[in-house]
């Protein structure tokens, strides 16, 4: 799933499927998170740091990854938030994984898969040693009657709806034989990012729409963790499955807090300068501005206020040509980021892509200024642009109120689309989702986390994606509908060819980037910092230069090991990791060292 990063959308976070975008979730990928290895019994709702010697006393290793996103979700098929899928992962099984070294396909809940001859049918053969955490067997049944409530139930597809779309008929002839049918060919049946759900417990859910899976516990799962406590805006408490099927997690107990304030996280690793380890790697993740095409539904209704300009094309590019990506880079991620340019980011060579040197919508504040006047919109004795109504022009730009890295962009945003005559307020809400769903905006800050295999971040942009009538909920990310980008999308799915697929994946990036819907500013690095007096190994994903919060698995929690207690000092701090420091914190000054924050008084105060 692409997480929003989906922000991940985190998200989306995924990957990652075709999952409602809930722009919160554009704060998950970019949100700033920390581990901390806590003492003892330190307790969600007492944040003050204890000292590592407390964790011997107590018997327990407990590992505390400190976020700055709340979850909006326990269930599978409602969460879209990074923090709540990156959960997810820890709790159930999938069909597959993706190996931590090079991101291709291994065994998860499924130990094998293989096609027939026209790729119609495929089959999975599910292991017999994986139970769930209340002593039943996990089985191919429960893989099936997961696909099959998605494909019959609305609430239950609001998610991952879109990986099963194309499914005709899922069924599981034996406890370790699963069949799925497919209308067509689908490319991505090896990356089914779906987590599936033990059958005798999910099969006594009435409303799936509303069903939060946060009132029983502990949950009952099969993956490397098992979720036994919650406390909405406050925490996630998850134990180690020691009957887990790959091997216990080496922490006892891993926690999920949020802080809303970056500061007390990053003061709480700060107690222990000298064994402070910083990890800045390539990042899974894009930063985007997305513009309102025009709001509407699939039953051709329209709805929203979006600026009636921005349906113009010349517009939407002179805007993006207005956008100084190095500034960005350079001032507001104060370089741990790449700039952007396509809709994958470059840690994904296969499908990441570039624009021609006559597509590059390069920073040229002159030929905004005659893309605008050449579109209509002149400037008025006041030197400002003016709409078809006659009045100013003034978009408004949703952000996220706790980002303050939305916040740094826009106002250079002010500054230089000021320069073009356009007007800019910022928007900026603890809540972006009603505005987003409403299509109440002119503009939004996106970005999600991509999944190694990119199409669900690309099934969020198809006409399929839109919401049936203005309401219901969609999986759009901002209601794009263009018939050539969905003529592509329909082709990369149903492509097996891997070279082909990715000549096809790059054609879907060349028409989103042209049309000027998605402006990609950024590549934000995975800029993460833990305390090695604290945990004593953590598995990077990819495993030579990647990320450890985020990650499109379970490796990094899977196989943290604490530090030996006594290597611990008495003073130090329970503070683990920090992980997501990018704008208005500096704390890269070679690996092992760790100084101060500053925050930036301009525009560069962001994230």
């Not at 503070?575 to 990018?582: D, H, M, P, R, S």
């Not at 092992?592 to 560069?604: P, T, V």
Request: aromatic content about 10%; some cysteine; glycine content about 8%.
């Amino acid at each position: 799933m692409d997480t929003y990063d989906q922000y991940d959308r985190t998200k989306r976070t995924p990957h990652h499927t075709r999952r409602f975008l809930r722009p919160h979730r554009l704060l998950a990928a970019a949100a700033t998170a920390a581990l901390t290895l806590t003492a003892g019994l330190t307790t969600p709702l007492n944040p003050a740091p204890q000292r590592a010697q407390a964790a011997a006393d107590d018997g327990k290793d407990v590992l505390t990854v400190a976020v700055a996103q709340s979850v909006d979700s326990l269930s599978p098929f409602l969460a879209t938030r990074l923090v709540s899928t990156s959960i997810h992962r820890l709790m159930y099984e999938y069909l597959t994984n993706y190996d931590p070294k090079d991101n291709h396909a291994v065994p998860g809940l499924a130990t094998k898969w293989e096609p027939s001859a026209d790729k119609l049918t495929w089959t999975y053969t599910i292991r017999d040693n994986s139970k769930w955490s209340d002593g039943k067997q996990a089985t191919a049944e429960d893989a099936a009657w997961t696909f099959n409530k998605m494909m019959t139930d609305d609430g239950a597809a609001t998610a991952n709806g879109s990986f099963v779309a194309n499914f005709r008929k899922v069924t599981a002839p034996s406890p370790t034989k699963l069949v799925i049918e497919l209308k067509k060919p689908q490319a991505t049946m090896a990356a089914l990012d779906v987590p599936i759900v033990p059958k005798h417990v999910w099969e006594n859910v009435g409303d799936f729409s509303k069903f939060n899976n946060d009132k029983t516990y502990p949950i009952v799962g099969n993956g490397p963790f098992v979720v036994t406590d919650y406390a909405a805006d406050s925490f996630v408490r998850l134990k180690a499955n020691t009957s887990f099927w790959r091997g216990a997690p080496k922490f006892d107990e891993l926690v999920f807090r949020y802080y809303k304030d970056q500061d007390a996280a990053v003061a709480a690793l700060r107690k222990g300068e000298e064994n402070i380890k910083v990890n800045d790697a390539p990042g899974r993740r894009f930063y985007a501005l997305a513009t309102n095409p025009g709001a509407r539904a699939k039953n051709g209704e329209k709805f929203g206020d979006g600026h009636a300009s921005l349906l113009d094309q010349r517009v939407r590019q002179a805007l993006f040509m207005a956008v100084d990506r190095k500034t960005i880079i350079d001032k507001v991620f104060q370089g741990h980021a790449v700039e952007g340019e396509g809709y994958i980011p470059p840690r994904f060579s296969t499908y990441h892509w570039k624009p021609t040197d006559g597509q590059k919508l390069s920073y040229a504040p002159d030929k905004a200024n005659q893309l605008l006047d050449q579109a209509g919109y002149k400037k008025n004795g006041d030197g400002k642009r003016v709409g078809r109504d006659g009045k100013p022009i003034n978009y408004r730009v949703l952000c996220h109120a706790t980002d303050p890295q939305d916040k740094a962009v826009g106002k250079y945003l002010q500054e230089w689309w000021g320069d073009l005559g356009i007007g800019v307020t910022l928007n900026c809400l603890d809540n972006v989702t009603d505005p987003w769903l409403a299509g109440e905006y002119d503009l939004a800050f996106d970005g999600w986390s991509v999944n190694p295999d990119p199409d669900f971040v690309l099934s969020i942009h198809t006409c399929a994606a839109l919401p049936a009538t203005p309401k219901d909920t969609g999986a759009t990310d901002n209601f794009i509908c263009d018939k050539q980008y969905d003529e592509l999308y329909g082709k990369q799915l149903a492509e097996y060819d891997a070279a082909k697929r990715a000549d096809l994946v790059k054609q879907l990036q060349s028409r989103l980037y042209e049309t000027g819907y998605m402006n990609v500013m950024a590549y934000p690095n995975a800029v993460e910092a833990y305390r090695t007096d604290q945990i004593e190994s953590i598995m990077t994903m990819p495993q030579d230069a990647g990320n450890i919060y985020g990650q499109d698995g379970y490796w990094g929690w899977w196989s943290a090991t604490p530090a030996a207690v006594g290597e611990a000092s008495e003073e130090s701090s329970s503070a683990g990791v920090i992980i997501g420091i990018v704008a208005g914190v500096v704390i890269l000054a070679g690996v092992g060292s760790f100084f101060g924050l500053r925050r930036r008084a301009s525009a560069g105060d962001r994230e």
